[in-house]
């Protein structure tokens, strides 16, 4: 079983720093005892212009066998001798991102104590598997890997090179090339490994999530094979699955909430010269999601409302900012995670608010794309960045759920103005801005979406801009205020009697 990594060197900075990094030195051939076999950690090239470390892992498998690590939960042999006769000694898997883990222990931590300054830096790496096994193929391959930066070279293997005809393997040569930290290189080996096997060699315990979610982060949740990544590394566990998808729900909650996409919010524009540079390095800009509660509330305010739905709530932000004002009588928050809303009881701190404002707050479990009779009879509610994360044929569900049965007085709806995307410098082109919207509109898309459920459900609708508003491209979130025309509302109850 066997990994290289390689770097190349510059003016500012040798090749051989990759040493520091590893903490292993180039000068040296080591020897590490794993729990899976012994590792050793030795250099073919060290030079100022490149340096490549390697990793070899030696495996016993009849040794694996006798220590009760053969197979992974579940797994069936094919035949009597498979535990013994197998691709284990030879093919990148867990047991090799395991080795990595115990001899790289401090570069996967991003720790580089004798050079700080390198841990934080990208580094051009090229990293070379000569066999790894891949359920899925090269195409996969390419899937998982490419969308974290990386260049990738893979090609199958050949079943028998005497016998072509007989196809390929399952295992596919990898060559990565990409500009990267060195952590989050070796982070992202640790957890692909075994998801392109398909296959943990240990039992999956529940604290497998948290070293799924310790060595994702920063790119599981906003990548687009998140769940097959989460599953396969969890051994198709589901109720460890379920687990680590909540926790990553509420980490992109927490971000799109309480200050979404604080990098985006306050990036410079991309045409920004260097006066606005210069200008928007001094004051710290507004946070956009403070913003959109404050257009949120004026709205509300201008309607009279006094009981309002949050619909779709997530951590609370907004509840705790309708909380601070006393013109809001009954405040009610709406999310379908059971664990966000544990969170907003804690933020919150429910269980030490005085009586007098907790009898005017509750928090209710529900899905809104279904209809709910608790959530009728209310003055005003609010979907706050709510309708992107709704696949499209689930839309009318909430359409009617909110506008047809719970039939508020007034209805806020705030949502991305795609058209901006242009302004985020740090959002790549063609990109949503999180992984887990369905869609972003454009203005006249959300105007003519509005139109049509104001027109099917006898409402009116106004439309205003949240944040500053480009005269290109308008402002970065746009919101639509539905108000219930009265009259459409004396029929609809009639036909109801």
């Given at each position: 079983?066997?990994?290289?990594?390689?770097?190349?060197?510059?003016?500012?900075?040798?090749?051989?720093?990759?040493?520091?990094?590893?903490?292993?030195?180039?000068?040296?051939?080591?020897?590490?005892?794993?729990?899976?076999?012994?590792?050793?950690?030795?250099?073919?090239?060290?030079?100022?212009?490149?340096?490549?470390?390697?990793?070899?892992?030696?495996?016993?498998?009849?040794?694996?066998?006798?220590?009760?690590?053969?197979?992974?939960?579940?797994?069936?042999?094919?035949?009597?001798?498979?535990?013994?006769?197998?691709?284990?000694?030879?093919?990148?898997?867990?047991?090799?991102?395991?080795?990595?883990?115990?001899?790289?222990?401090?570069?996967?931590?991003?720790?580089?104590?004798?050079?700080?300054?390198?841990?934080?830096?990208?580094?051009?790496?090229?990293?070379?598997?000569?066999?790894?096994?891949?359920?899925?193929?090269?195409?996969?391959?390419?899937?998982?890997?490419?969308?974290?930066?990386?260049?990738?070279?893979?090609?199958?293997?050949?079943?028998?090179?005497?016998?072509?005809?007989?196809?390929?393997?399952?295992?596919?040569?990898?060559?990565?090339?990409?500009?990267?930290?060195?952590?989050?290189?070796?982070?992202?080996?640790?957890?692909?490994?075994?998801?392109?096997?398909?296959?943990?060699?240990?039992?999956?315990?529940?604290?497998?999530?948290?070293?799924?979610?310790?060595?994702?982060?920063?790119?599981?949740?906003?990548?687009?094979?998140?769940?097959?990544?989460?599953?396969?590394?969890?051994?198709?566990?589901?109720?460890?699955?379920?687990?680590?998808?909540?926790?990553?729900?509420?980490?992109?909650?927490?971000?799109?909430?309480?200050?979404?996409?604080?990098?985006?919010?306050?990036?410079?524009?991309?045409?920004?010269?260097?006066?606005?540079?210069?200008?928007?390095?001094?004051?710290?800009?507004?946070?956009?999601?403070?913003?959109?509660?404050?257009?949120?509330?004026?709205?509300?305010?201008a309607a009279g409302a006094k009981r309002v739905l949050d619909l779709g709530c997530g951590e609370a932000a907004l509840v705790a900012e309708l909380l601070k004002d006393r013109a809001f009588t009954e405040i009610v928050g709406v999310e379908v995670s059971a664990r966000a809303l544990m969170i907003a009881a804690r933020r919150l701190r429910l269980d030490r608010?005085?009586?007098?404002?907790?009898?005017?707050?509750?928090?209710?479990?529900?899905?809104?794309?279904?209809?709910?009779?608790?959530?009728?009879?209310?003055?005003?509610?609010?979907?706050?960045?709510?309708?992107?994360?709704?696949?499209?044929?689930?839309?009318?569900?909430?359409?009617?759920?909110?506008?047809?049965?719970?039939?508020?007085?007034?209805?806020?709806?705030?949502?991305p103005n795609v058209e901006y995307n242009v302004r985020w410098e740090s959002l790549p082109a063609g990109h949503v801005r999180h992984a887990d919207h369905r869609f972003e509109w454009d203005?006249?898309?959300?105007?003519?979406?509005?139109?049509?459920?104001?027109?099917?459900?006898?409402?009116?609708?106004?439309?205003?801009?949240?944040?500053?508003?480009?005269?290109?491209?308008?402002?970065?979130?746009?919101?639509?205020?539905?108000?219930?025309?009265?009259?459409?509302?004396?029929?609809?109850?009639?036909?109801?009697?």
């Amino acid at each position: 079983m066997f990994l290289t990594i390689s770097t190349k060197g510059n003016d500012q900075r040798p090749a051989t720093d990759l040493g520091f990094l590893l903490h292993k030195h180039p000068g040296k051939a080591q020897s590490f005892s794993t729990s899976h076999g012994l590792a050793h950690v030795f250099y073919p090239e060290a030079s100022d212009e490149r340096c490549t470390a390697a990793l070899l892992l030696e495996v016993d498998p009849i040794a694996l066998v006798r220590r009760g690590r053969g197979k992974g939960r579940g797994g069936s042999p094919d035949f009597a001798l498979a535990q013994y006769v197998n691709d284990r000694p030879y093919a990148a898997s867990s047991l090799l991102a395991v080795a990595m883990s115990a001899v790289f222990k401090s570069a996967m931590n991003g720790v580089c104590n004798a050079r700080p300054e390198l841990a934080v830096q990208p580094l051009p790496l090229t990293v070379e598997l000569p066999a790894v096994p891949a359920k899925g193929g090269v195409e996969l391959v390419h899937r998982l890997f490419e969308p974290l930066g990386w260049q990738v070279e893979a090609e199958a293997i050949p079943l028998d090179l005497n016998f072509p005809e007989w196809g390929d393997s399952r295992y596919v040569e990898l060559r990565l090339t990409g500009t990267l930290r060195l952590s989050d290189a070796l982070s992202q080996l640790y957890v692909l490994l075994p998801v392109l096997d398909d296959t943990k060699h240990y039992w999956v315990a529940p604290d497998e999530v948290d070293k799924l979610l310790n060595r994702g982060e920063g790119w599981l949740a906003a990548h687009p094979e998140q769940q097959l990544i989460t599953r396969r590394y969890l051994a198709r566990r589901w109720s460890l699955a379920r687990a680590a998808t909540e926790r990553l729900e509420l980490a992109r909650l927490a971000e799109a909430d309480g200050s979404e996409l604080e990098e985006i919010d306050n990036a410079v524009p991309a045409d920004s010269g260097p006066e606005e540079e210069a200008e928007a390095e001094a004051p710290k800009p507004t946070p956009l999601a403070v913003h959109r509660r404050a257009a949120i509330i004026e709205r509300l305010h201008a309607a009279g409302a006094k009981r309002v739905l949050d619909l779709g709530c997530g951590e609370a932000a907004l509840v705790a900012e309708l909380l601070k004002d006393r013109a809001f009588t009954e405040i009610v928050g709406v999310e379908v995670s059971a664990r966000a809303l544990m969170i907003a009881a804690r933020r919150l701190r429910l269980d030490r608010m005085p009586e007098r404002q907790a009898q005017r707050l509750k928090l209710l479990h529900g899905a809104l794309t279904y209809t709910d009779a608790r959530l009728t009879g209310y003055d005003a509610a609010v979907l706050s960045e709510v309708i992107e994360h709704v696949d499209p044929p689930r839309l009318p569900a909430l359409e009617y759920a909110v506008f047809g049965a719970a039939r508020p007085g007034v209805v806020v709806v705030t949502t991305p103005n795609v058209e901006y995307n242009v302004r985020w410098e740090s959002l790549p082109a063609g990109h949503v801005r999180h992984a887990d919207h369905r869609f972003e509109w454009d203005r006249a898309e959300f105007r003519a979406w509005a139109g049509q459920v104001a027109e099917t459900y006898g409402y009116t609708v106004e439309f205003g801009p949240v944040g500053d508003e480009d005269p290109e491209v308008g402002p970065p979130t746009q919101l639509a205020a539905f108000t219930l025309d009265t009259e459409s509302n004396d029929t609809t109850e009639k036909k109801g009697e």
